[in-house]
C-alpha cells in the first residue's frame, strides 16, 4: 500500500497522507513521498490548486517517533526541508485540508500550506520541546507571523493543544467546518480558485509570499516589480471578455 496518495482531477490535485494506522507520521518513506510529489506536481501545467489531507483519523502526528527513537533518523529535521520546500515551491496554491491532529512535525507540514480549513475535531500542538528536539522545518518562524509572538510562545513553550475553535478565533485556520463537509470545502475553494485567470493567481501567490518574508517597503517594490511584468502581457481585450463574469459572480455572491 502507498504511503501517499495522489489524485488529479479537472486541475485540482489532491494528496493525501496514508499512513492511517500510525496516524500519518511523518517516516522516512512518507518524507520522501511527499517531497516527490509535490516536485512532480510543479512539472505538470495541468495542476492549478492542491488539497493536502490526511487519510483516517488525523492531518499527522508529526515525525514518526518509533523511527526517530530507533536510531533510524539521525538526520531529521534541516535535512528533511526539502520535504516542506517543495510544498512552499509549488507555484499552485495548496489547501490544507486538517481532518484531526497536526501535531509537531505534522504542525509544520500544515504551516506549508498557502491556507487552512479545519475540521470540528481538528487539533494543533507544538511538543517539541516536550520531545526533547526543536523544530527544523520553520514552525517557529512561521507561528509566531501566523498568530504572533505571545501566542505562538504560549504553544511551543507549554505543547499545549489547541482546538479548532481556538485555532480560528487566533487565526491559524481560515474557517472550521464540520468533518463530512471538510473535502467538498477545500474543493469549492480549489474551484473558486481555478476559476481566476491562471497566470495572474501564480504571480499573486509569488507576490504575497516574497513580500510577506520581507520588509514592508521590499514588499511594496516587489509588487510594483511584478505588477509591470504582469501588465505588459495583459490586453484590454481580455480584461473586456473577463468582465461580465466578474460581475456575474458578484450578483450570485451578494444574493
Not at 486541475?11 to 518513506?29: Q, S, V, Y
Not at 510529489?37 to 510543479?42: C, G, I, Q, Y
Not at 490526511?54 to 517517533?65: E, K, M, T, Y
Request: overall charge neutral; hydrophobic content about 45%; proline content about 3%.
Amino acid at each position: 500500500m502507498s504511503v501517499l496518495l495522489v489524485e488529479k482531477s479537472g486541475g485540482i490535485a489532491t494528496i493525501t497522507l496514508n499512513r492511517p494506522e500510525a496516524l500519518n507520521a511523518l517516516n522516512a518513506e512518507l518524507r520522501n513521498a511527499i517531497e516527490r510529489a509535490f516536485r512532480e506536481l510543479a512539472q505538470d501545467g495541468e495542476v492549478r490548486v492542491a488539497i493536502l489531507t490526511g487519510a483516517g483519523r488525523a492531518f499527522s502526528a508529526g515525525i514518526d517517533l518509533k523511527e526517530l527513537s530507533s536510531g533510524r533518523m539521525e538526520q531529521s529535521g534541516a535535512a528533511d526541508y526539502d520535504m516542506i520546500g517543495a510544498i512552499r515551491d509549488l507555484a499552485a496554491p495548496v489547501i490544507g485540508a486538517v481532518n484531526g491532529h497536526a501535531i509537531t512535525g505534522g504542525f509544520e507540514l500544515a504551516l506549508a500550506c498557502d491556507l487552512l480549513i479545519a475540521s470540528e475535531d481538528a487539533q494543533f500542538g507544538d511538543t517539541h520541546a516536550r520531545v526533547g528536539i526543536v523544530p527544523g522545518w520553520g514552525l517557529s518562524q512561521r507561528l509566531p507571523r501566523l498568530i504572533g509572538i505571545g501566542r505562538a510562545k504560549e504553544l511551543s513553550l507549554t505543547g499545549n493543544f489547541i482546538g479548532a475553535a481556538q485555532a480560528e478565533r487566533w487565526g491559524l485556520v481560515n474557517r472550521v467546518v464540520p468533518a463530512e463537509e471538510l473535502m467538498p470545502a477545500c474543493r469549492q475553494l480549489a474551484l473558486d480558485m481555478l476559476s481566476c485567470d491562471p497566470p495572474s493567481l501564480r504571480r499573486y501567490k509569488q507576490m504575497i509570499d516574497r513580500g510577506y518574508a520581507g520588509t514592508f517597503s521590499d514588499g511594496m517594490a516587489l509588487e510594483q516589480k511584478i505588477s509591470r511584468e504582469h501588465l505588459a502581457d495583459v490586453t484590454s481585450e481580455a480584461i473586456a471578455a473577463r468582465r461580465a463574469g466578474i460581475q456575474d459572480r458578484g450578483r450570485r455572491q451578494q444574493s
